[in-house]
């Protein structure tokens, strides 16, 4: 059957129908339709769209988990590799540090040769001030020698074994050194105690000792080199009455953190005893 | 019985590493703890143990070779504790805690005054007043503070040692 409007009619009714449309919807007249319209379409699209997700993340998820499981145990083991070479490396950064002082002090000291040691113990009784390092016999090391850190004077080598000697501090309640105050030239003896304080003695009346005076080993009696710094003057104790001043010194080495020292090789000490006089029969 | 007197060796010296690069280390004014005495101490208090006084030699002469202090010092004070923990063994042996207290505060009392006299012999200056106050003191106070762990590990290695007669 042949339709009653020609073709080019129907074209035309919907172009125009067409613009009608258009011209409604730009003028507003649509909104509420195209809103729920919307409204419909998106809600279908946000449900279908969870339901693939929950079902993709039901599918995956336990792989995940134990993937996820296996590379935290791998985290955490390098996590504890890590800190322990953390550890490991400021320990080392620290020796360094301590080893470049001694090197910079046996530069700075050409006159003696110098071992190395680390303080591997102290004595187990506490009315000594005695330390244990681990170089011994077997490394030219014996009775008598100097031991000293960057800081300054810190004993005497007092026994020695095959791989270890033990060393007497200064701050031994048995130890005395003889030293010298650098600002007045005055000769003095430097006394350790039970408690690890040290004392200058036998400083004579005339010297002119202030606080902050400096205080060098003086050779005298031939324990220990000369020119070694020991510490400073804190205090000075003056009584017209008494035959010698006192005075008390603070160490520059710190002895409650001694980790490595050098024991000076070519200092041969000696023995002045039979030389001090006895008292007759 | 030999092997408490063999493992008498290792654990005496293992003590005595201890006390040297940890213990004497941790300072209560200018006092330390004694972990061989406290040993010497909690082993004598074992009433099965028969060798307290070979460990106490022993403990003694390698004590006095570690240390700057005259060997016969650690030798006589050891031996006098392990005498007093023996003594008090028969005495108040059903409070073996009191006991380990009294053995400690003695021993400790006896070594550090043995100590004191020794080296004043020995012409190393020292006041009694000070050592009293700043080593003495602090010393039996850090030694009775490890005295109860050290006694209940000494136990278990006695009970180690003697299996045969098990405490009810």
């Known amino acids: 059957m042949k339709s009653s409007f020609p073709r080019s009619l129907q074209t035309i009714i919907i172009i125009l129908v067409a613009i009608g449309l258009v011209t409604l919807a730009l003028g507003g007249y649509f909104n509420p339709l195209t809103y729920r319209i919307g409204q419909f379409t998106i809600g279908i699209q946000t449900w ?74 102290q004595d187990p009784s506490p009315f000594r001030r005695y330390v244990i390092i681990n170089t011994g016999s077997n490394d030219g090391i014996r009775a008598g020698m100097p031991v000293v850190t960057d800081q300054g004077l810190a004993g005497q080598v007092d026994a020695v074994i095959a791989d270890a000697a033990r060393v007497r501090l200064v701050t031994d309640p048995a130890s005395a050194v003889n030293v010298r105050l650098q600002a007045s030239n005055t000769d003095a003896m430097l006394d350790g105690s039970v408690t690890g304080d040290l004392t200058l003695d036998m400083i004579s009346q005339d010297a002119t000792v202030q606080v902050g005076d400096v205080v060098l080993t003086s050779g005298l009696g031939g324990g220990y080199p000369a020119n070694l710094l020991v510490g400073q003057v804190v205090s000075v104790r003056k009584q017209p009455t008494e035959l010698f001043q006192q005075a008390s010194l603070q160490a520059n080495v710190d002895f409650n953190r001694l980790e490595y020292v050098l024991v000076i090789t070519n200092f041969n000490p000696v023995d002045i005893t039979p030389l001090l006089a006895t008292p007759g029969p | 019985m030999m092997t408490p007197i063999l493992v008498s060796i290792p654990v005496l010296a293992l003590a005595l590493l201890l006390q040297t690069a940890v213990i004497s280390r941790i300072m209560l004014i200018n006092g330390s703890a004694d972990l061989v005495l406290l040993i010497l101490a909690a082993w004598g208090l074992q009433e099965r143990v028969h060798h307290a006084w070979i460990w106490a030699v022993l403990a003694g002469l390698l004590s006095g070779f570690v240390s700057g202090v005259p060997w016969y010092v650690y030798l006589a004070s050891y031996l006098a504790v392990v005498g007093v923990a023996r003594l008090l063994t028969r005495r108040v042996w059903q409070a073996p805690l009191l006991a380990m207290f009294s053995v400690t505060l003695i021993g400790t009392l006896v070594l550090q005054m043995a100590t004191f006299f020794a080296l004043t012999f020995l012409q190393v200056p020292m006041a009694l007043g000070d050592v009293f106050e700043k080593i003495i003191l602090p010393s039996v106070l850090l030694n009775l503070l490890l005295a109860i762990p050290t006694y209940g590990l000494v136990r278990d290695l006695a009970n180690r040692l003697y299996p045969g007669e098990v405490e009810l």
């Open chain 1, 48 to 121: 279908v769209s969870s339901r693939y997700m929950a079902l993709v993340d039901f599918l995956t998820v336990p792989r995940d988990l134990a993937s996820m499981q296996e590379q935290n145990s791998a985290l955490q083991a390098e996590v504890a590799r890590l800190q322990t070479e953390v550890i490991d490396l400021q320990q080392r950064v620290t020796e360094t540090n301590i080893l470049s002082a001694l090197v910079n002090f046996a530069r700075a000291n050409p006159a003696y040769t110098y071992k190395a040691a680390a303080v591997i113990g």
